[in-house]
């Protein structure tokens, strides 16, 4: 498998950065992340426009266009012929003396295989806790997971798969997806602020136009009270049903009616998507 650094096509050894490098001294760096159906990108340009707004955000100088970015993305779909695979694209704070100021940044791109997720995901949904948190700078997509990652025990001890955040409750994200409640009217309800703007989120609103209403809105903790369904979505595991968050359960714990239509709906849209 070959990998991209800064351009050139490496191996997975040598893809590396110095010591030096902010992502490595101060977790300072952003990243993108998107599957391919096929040998088809999927959504490119919308998570090109991200990648390239996060870096932007948090100033860290591009090194190359996204048009040529882009044509390092079908560079390594041409030269790895991995069907089915998922992409990253990591930029990072760049290298430093001092060890607090952005530097010269490196750009790696690289895919591989596509993991995919237990079907009793989709079959069964998934357990949420909560927790107070407000991700820094919520709207870029930066490589700090430090909450995500220490959470990990605690989730595995209550065999729950993430955590929804609140702040004061008000709810706003997973820590790797973005969270929908469908209300008794059918609605689809996801949080307006403090989260990172997904591309499947964007694909999902366009995608029901005319057959559910779609708001982006207030969320708090004593919403899930009254809700008929909730689901969460990520590039990745596309979209996933939740049947429980902390003690509450929706939908008897069985997966709602809506939930299994957004699903069917969404597969039929992504690829559709890629003909296109």
């Known amino acids: 498998m070959k990998y991209i650094l800064n351009g050139k096509l490496t191996s997975k050894e040598n893809a590396t950065v110095s010591v030096r490098d902010l992502a490595l001294m101060r977790g300072y760096g952003i990243f993108d992340y998107f599957r ?16 390239f707004n996060s ?7 591009m090194p190359f266009s996204k048009e040529e970015v882009h044509q390092q993305v079908l560079k390594l779909i041409e030269e790895n012929q991995v069907m089915d695979s998922t992409f990253r694209l990591i930029l990072t704070g760049g290298y430093t003396e001092e060890s607090y100021e952005i530097g010269e940044p490196s750009l790696i791109i ?11 995901a989709y079959e069964k949904g998934l357990k949420l806790l909560t927790l107070e948190y407000r991700r820094d700078i919520p709207e870029v997509k930066t490589i700090n997971y430090l909450m995500g990652i220490y959470q990990k ?12 955040f609140h702040m004061n409750g ?7 997806s973005n969270f929908y409640i469908v209300d008794q009217n059918n609605v689809i309800k996801t949080a307006k602020d403090d989260v990172l703007l997904g591309i499947t989120r964007k694909h999902i609103k366009k995608m029901v136009e005319g057959k559910y209403q779609f708001e982006e809105t207030d969320l708090y903790l004593d919403d899930l009270k009254s809700a008929k369904e909730v689901f969460i979505s990520g590039s990745g595991k596309k979209i ?37």
């Open 110 to 120: 690289y895919n591989e295989p596509a993991i995919e997720w237990n079907m009793q």
């Open 36 to 51: 391919c159906i096929g040998l088809k990108p999927l959504f490119i340009e919308d998570h090109l426009d991200r990648f």
């Open 153 to 164: 025990v605690r989730l595995a001890e209550a065999g729950a798969a993430d955590v929804l």
């Open 55 to 61: 870096a932007a955000t948090l100033r860290i100088p």
């Open 240 to 276: 996933v049903p939740i049947r429980q968050v902390e003690e509450q359960v929706f939908n008897n714990g069985k997966v709602g009616e809506v939930t299994k239509d957004l699903i069917e709906m969404f597969e039929d849209y992504s690829e559709a998507f890629v003909r296109d």
């Open 170 to 176: 008000k709810l706003s994200e997973l820590t790797r």
